[in-house]
Structure formats: structure tokens, C-alpha cells
């Protein structure tokens, strides 16, 4: 695998605080005209099966919701064959190789501190 080369795909999520609750389309031009993204983005899914409105999360205080069918694979070893993990807020990463195999998860503020380190150590 060429450890330089990679692909985001972003799959917004409402769980959170109702964070994203637009439409596919007018997620796609804000993330667009706001932030620059140019990676794809899939329609919008549930990533739990609650949606949150305190943060930190308490499902006390949480509505159910449907986790869809890749959130489930992503964050269930029994269909993953490799961890079980919980999505902690809006913005989780997960790692997959060019197998299709889950490699890891990164939390949702790890990017920013890849990006400020990259950024320091001059790579691109």
C-alpha cells in the first residue's frame, strides 16, 4: 500500500446536537463553499442509535435513531472481524486499508492535530 495516497468519504450525520440537519444537497454546498471540501460525500445516515442533544452524550437525554448498516459494520466486531468502537461525537474517522479491511478509528478532533504537525514538520 502506498502510505502516501488515501481517500476521504464523509458521511454527514444529524446524531449530534442536530449539527447537520439539512439536506443532502445543501450539506454538500455549505461543506463546499464554507470549508472547500471536494471529497465526496454520501448521503446523509445515522451513525447511532441515539441521536444526542447534551454533550458530552447521555443517551438518558438522547432520542433513539437507527445506526445505518455501515455505521454498524464500522463500529461492530462481530461484522468488522476486528474491534468494536463507539462513535464519541460528530467528525470519527475510520481507517480502512485497500482491502476493504478496518484498520482503526480516530477520534473527532485528531485531524487538526495531524494537520498542525504536517503542517510543522513541512510535509504536505
Known sequence: MDKNKFEIIAFPANNFMKQEPGTNEEIKEFCSSKYGVTFPLMSKVSVSNYNYETYPPDTSKSNPAQKDE????LTQKNLNGVMDTEISWNFQKFL???NGKLAGTLAPGVAKEIAYIMDWLGEE
Open 96 to 98: 480502512i486499508d485497500e
Open 70 to 73: 455501515i455505521y454498524k459494520w
